[in-house]
């Protein structure tokens, strides 16, 4: 079934303990259709500069990601800088430069109108409204967020959440959101503002999904190292939403299989720098994981 992000186009500057990468392709517009797009046809919205290296994304329109939203305006593309940490659960923001995002005002094309699912990506509350009021009926809308949003247009934030159906978020911003300490706690607060289902992201413990009042986790992939987690949660919400649209289905069962998928995409996302590693994998080596995924969590 059609699928539509609307979020960022960015080319990010990432140090880690051992390497630095300059003017990588990143954006949470991008890890989300280069994961989805293993799975589903993506239809995708963002905006981009006269910089832009076009070629540097070609393996998404072989993948069936249709770039007809992808409005080049004059000037910079968005650019953002970050530093890791000897444990890479932990980084620092050295800057970020909105540019031509930063009058992004998005504008759906017609023959994206009807796509079925739709992933708002985390941008302004404002823009998220915006989107949905240019959409046809969509059959799930899934929305992304952070503090940002939750402390600075909070007004907005919840108007946008009355009409979702799950929201994607951490632990910390869970906690913000509902002013509740617990993070159980917090959870189970969320749908009364809207959403019928919550999803947590816990970084290297995995994440969580809270659905029809029943919990479900899945751990996040024990890898033996980690190069970059730059774009796991937006890979995330690309594999979980990519194996939905491939489905059609979003009865319990399958969002939990979903979840299932979302972590591994996101396993393989923090393999490389960049798209690197999701640019050439393959559906073999996802099965082959989601394998292990059961034999791991199964009892």
Do not use: C
Request: charged content about 25%.
């Amino acid at each position: 079934m059609s699928l539509l992000v609307v979020g960022s186009i960015a080319y990010d500057t990432i140090e880690t303990p051992t390497t630095k990468v300059e003017d990588s392709l990143g954006g949470s517009a991008l890890y989300f259709s280069a994961a989805a797009s293993l799975f589903s046809p993506v239809n995708v919205v963002g905006v981009v500069g006269s910089d832009f290296d076009a070629s540097k994304i070609s393996f998404l329109k072989k993948r069936g990601v249709n770039l007809d939203g992808l409005y080049m305006e004059s000037g910079k593309t968005f650019r953002w800088g970050g530093r890791y940490f000897d444990d890479m659960n932990r980084r620092e923001t050295l800057f970020t430069y909105l540019n031509v995002f930063e009058r992004f005002q998005p504008v759906i094309p017609e023959h994206y109108k009807k796509s079925e699912f739709v992933f708002l990506a985390n941008i302004d509350p404002e823009l998220q409204l915006d989107v949905l009021n240019q959409i046809n009926n969509p059959k799930l809308i899934v929305l992304d967020t952070m503090n940002f949003w939750i402390s600075g247009k909070r007004k907005e934030l919840e108007e946008v959440l009355k009409v979702v159906d799950i929201i994607v978020l951490n632990d910390e911003e869970a906690k913000e959101l509902t002013g509740e300490m617990g993070l159980i706690k917090a959870t189970k607060a969320i749908p009364a503002m809207g959403p019928k289902s919550v999803i947590v992201k816990k970084g290297e413990h995995g994440a969580m999904l809270y659905h029809e009042n029943e919990f479900f986790f899945v751990p996040a992939f024990p890898l033996d190292s980690v190069v970059d987690p730059t774009g796991a949660g937006d890979s995330f919400a690309g594999g979980f939403m990519g194996y939905l649209a491939k489905t059609g289905q979003i009865d319990q069962a399958t969002l939990k299989k979903a979840m299932v998928y979302g972590s591994t995409i996101a396993s393989f996302n923090v393999e490389d720098f960049s798209f690197n590693r999701l640019e050439n994998l393959t559906m073999k080596e996802i099965k082959e994981r989601v394998k292990i995924f059961k034999k791991m969590t199964f009892f």
